[in-house]
């Protein structure tokens, strides 16, 4: 089972948190959850080359807290501020557009935090990402998953990697699947620390579909992993 889903939302309430954190009725639960998709899809088109890692979301009755992890940080912030200034008047002006015909609909308050990837090497997303954009640059797919899987099994942290490619590899005709991996990565233990990252690499010869695991350890008590 552990070899058919995402490790992440296998382990979502053991080990992990939501990315979502609200309460609503029955009647909102639609209407917030298209908000939290719309944010998403936004966020992901105006800051993707930030090297989005996580997006995570909490809301109350008329607050909306969006904390964003990335790699380069400097790029959503921008000069003076302005950068994360204009994000958050596109994310409020979406909002309005989305309750357009709704009269009555209170308006909400919309903050954004931004915060820094500490150790870039050992994030499952940003590897994804990085050889996502190293497929796109031309590089061999073979060299570019040796490289990072590589630099992944450097750090201490990390026990064990996997990564995959999906498509038509450097061009070919026929679609097939590649992976190299190295240590150990226990999928069905569910106290198993294991990052995972997707990512799609957007080449001239179609769409080549990036899968990583990174194994950290395994996480006893009730600290979970956010």
Not at 65 to 79: H, S
Not at 119 to 139: G, L, M, P, T, Y
Request: glycine share 8%; net charge positive; aromatic share 8%.
């Amino acid at each position: 089972m552990g070899q058919k889903i995402r490790p992440d939302s296998l382990r979502l309430g053991i080990i992990r948190d939501w990315s979502s954190r609200w309460f609503t009725s029955k009647k909102n639960q639609k209407i917030w959850l298209e908000e939290d998709v719309m944010f998403r899809r936004i966020i992901k088109e105006k800051i993707g080359q930030a090297g989005i890692i996580k997006v995570d979301i909490e809301r109350t009755a008329d607050q909306y807290r969006l904390f964003i992890k990335a790699a380069r940080p400097g790029l959503i912030i921008g000069r003076g501020g302005k950068g994360i200034e204009e994000l958050t008047k596109a994310l409020e002006k979406s909002l309005i557009k989305l309750h357009e015909s709704e009269k009555d609909k209170k308006p909400v308050r919309l903050s954004v935090n931004v915060e820094e990837l500490k150790r870039s090497e050992i994030s499952a997303q940003n590897v994804a990402q990085n050889i996502a954009w190293d497929i796109e640059k031309r590089v061999k797919f073979r060299k570019a998953m040796k490289r990072h899987l590589e630099l992944m099994m450097q750090n201490k942290e990390c026990q064990g990697a996997k990564v995959r490619l999906s498509g038509r590899l450097d061009g070919n005709e026929i679609s097939r699947t590649e992976w190299l991996a190295k240590g150990k990565i226990p999928l069905q233990t569910l106290r198993a620390n294991i990052d995972f990252g997707t990512a799609s690499a957007f080449a001239s010869y179609g769409v080549v579909g990036v899968k990583v695991w990174i194994y950290k350890g395994e996480v006893f008590g009730e600290d979970k992993i956010r």
